[in-house]
């Protein structure tokens, strides 16, 4: 009996396209927030363009930072490779020494690169909103929540510790501003902890350059799962009534990318 043929028909080649034309292998990738993933190679260079546009705009304010970064990177390359040299083994640790001596140039660029932006934006208004919208961890701002013609401003920041109100300003003016906006949030969020700071250089104010490290050094009070419902509760006072600088320096968004980027690097 003659064996029939299939009707089955060969799959066209075409590098497992799909109808829409995405090739079968790289469609679908796509990471936890909806959006396509990419590339390791792609993710590298990303941060490079970042580094050397942070090296660019902080060695204009810091003509001294690439004789820095070497002299440190020679003197703990030179460290590590003397301890080689006692132990016989140069060659074995010179990729430390390498290693070493360019994480301590780097640490060190992230550092200066921070110091020259708050020098910039120091003595500025927003300046204290452009802090707070840069420290690391879960921190909600709010900026200018209250203020005055004068460029006063009060921002609120939530976060582990409670809320944080912090003025900028004329001290007699934002204290004013402080008092009215720690009143009016009380009736909001009972006994959440509420701390105020006035950022200045008088006598119990908090100087520009420690209110990051003022605020996160706050103690914790709230669990993770305290702070989304007190998050939820504030929501019903809205955001911002006035306008605040959205970037204190010229080119702040740059300056922005200088100190934050960098900084998670040092």
Do not use: C
Not at 202 to 212: N, T
């Amino acid at each position: 009996m003659a064996r029939s043929k299939s009707s089955d028909q060969t799959a066209p080649s075409g590098g497992g396209k799909t109808p829409n034309g995405a090739t079968a292998s790289g469609a679908g990738k796509v990471g936890k927030d909806g959006q396509p993933k990419v590339g390791r190679l792609k993710k590298i260079g990303n941060n490079g363009r970042l580094m050397k546009q942070a090296f660019t705009l902080t060695r204009r304010n810091d003509p001294k930072l690439p004789w820095v970064l070497l002299i440190w990177f020679i003197v703990v390359f030179s460290v590590v490779e003397l301890i080689g040299i006692l132990l016989d083994s140069p060659f074995l640790f010179l990729p430390f020494a390498i290693i070493l001596g360019a994480l301590a140039a780097l640490i060190v660029f992230g550092r200066r690169a921070q110091g020259s932006a708050y020098r910039q934006v120091e003595g500025q208004p927003g300046a204290a909103a452009w802090a707070l919208e840069n420290m690391r961890g879960d921190w909600r701002v709010s900026s200018g929540v209250a203020g005055t013609p004068q460029l006063d401003a009060v921002h609120r920041v939530l976060g582990r510790p409670g809320i944080i109100l912090v003025g900028e300003g004329s001290p007699q003016r934002v204290r004013g501003l402080l008092a009215q906006e720690k009143k009016k949030i009380a009736r909001v969020v009972g006994d959440t902890p509420i701390y105020d700071v006035v950022v200045g250089d008088g006598e119990g104010q908090v100087p520009f350059k420690k209110l990051s490290a003022h605020v996160m050094k706050l103690p914790r009070n709230l669990s993770a799962a305290e702070l989304n419902s007190l998050g939820r509760r504030m929501s019903a006072l809205g955001g911002a009534r006035m306008p605040v600088p959205g970037g204190p320096l010229p080119g702040g968004r740059q300056m922005s990318v200088s100190q934050r980027q960098v900084r998670r690097r040092g």
